[in-house]
């Protein structure tokens, strides 16, 4: 049984650019959730898709958005970016109900230069 | 708001000794706590949680947390402490939203170094 496996590992982009990280749930999950976790600090909550809708959101600005597919898989896009935006990103899956646990990917190494 | 606090941010401890990571939450309504570990350059590994139910919570890899309401703490424990256990550990507690949707807010992490 697969966990939650992410795409790319690591990459490295230029200031103003454009990326999209990957995401497929463990299987049988249908929620999706999308952290980000700069050095030293704790995963910070970006979004969360259900249903292919973004279902709740985080302090983080519009040039973060994504998008949830009919097999459950999930994108992060990032636009215009910034140096501050480097980051590890963590994609997590559950199911919906309450009390389930979340499980991690091992997550996307973005270095902005 | 909901939020956890783990006030140290290294615990160091002989390998064979007892271990403590502490976790403070303030939460509103029952709290849903949560422990993860996570590896250098690795995810985040679920090691266990509290929903309801017993104070004490079994894990993985040895791990076992105690639920303290009157003291709104959850702190992580291990018997014996191997040198593999040196890792970064988050605790976590679960944010509702309006929608019956639901995030991980989590701490600041706590670094554990277990010297041979």
């Known amino acids: 049984d697969a966990g939650v496996t992410q795409s790319p590992t690591h990459l490295i982009k230029t200031r103003g650019q454009q990326v999209t990280l990957r995401c497929s749930p463990k299987?049988?999950?249908?929620?999706v959730s999308w952290y980000q976790q700069a050095l030293g600090q704790g995963p910070q909550f970006i979004f969360q898709?259900?249903?292919?809708?973004?279902?709740q959101r985080g302090n983080f600005p519009d040039r973060f958005s994504g998008h949830q597919f009919p097999n459950y898989s999930s994108e992060l896009n990032v636009n215009a970016l910034l140096l501050g935006d480097s980051a590890l990103y963590l994609c997590?899956?559950?199911?919906?109900?309450?009390?389930?646990?979340?499980?991690f990917g091992e997550g996307s190494w973005l270095t902005v230069v | 708001a909901q939020s956890v606090a783990q006030p140290e941010d290294q615990v160091n401890v002989a390998e064979g000794n007892p271990l403590t990571v502490k976790c403070t939450y303030s939460?509103?309504?029952?709290?849903?706590l949560f422990w993860y570990v996570q590896y250098p350059n690795r995810g985040l590994q679920f090691l266990l949680k509290?929903?309801?139910?017993?104070?004490l919570v079994k894990g993985s890899y040895g791990f076992e947390a105690e639920f303290n309401k009157s003291q709104t703490s959850f702190h992580l424990k291990k018997p014996s402490a191997l040198v593999s256990d040196s890792a970064l550990y988050f605790c976590?507690?679960?944010?509702?939203?309006?929608?019956?949707?639901?995030?991980?807010?989590f701490g600041s992490g706590t670094r554990l170094l277990v010297r041979p």
């Open positions: 976590a507690v679960r944010d509702k939203g309006l929608d019956s949707s639901y995030k991980l807010i």
């Open positions: 997590a899956s559950s199911l919906r109900t309450v009390g389930n646990t979340i499980y």
């Open positions: 299987s049988g999950h249908d929620t």
């Open positions: 939460v509103s309504g029952n709290p849903y």
């Open positions: 509290y929903i309801t139910g017993d104070n």
């Open positions: 898709y259900y249903e292919e809708e973004e279902r």
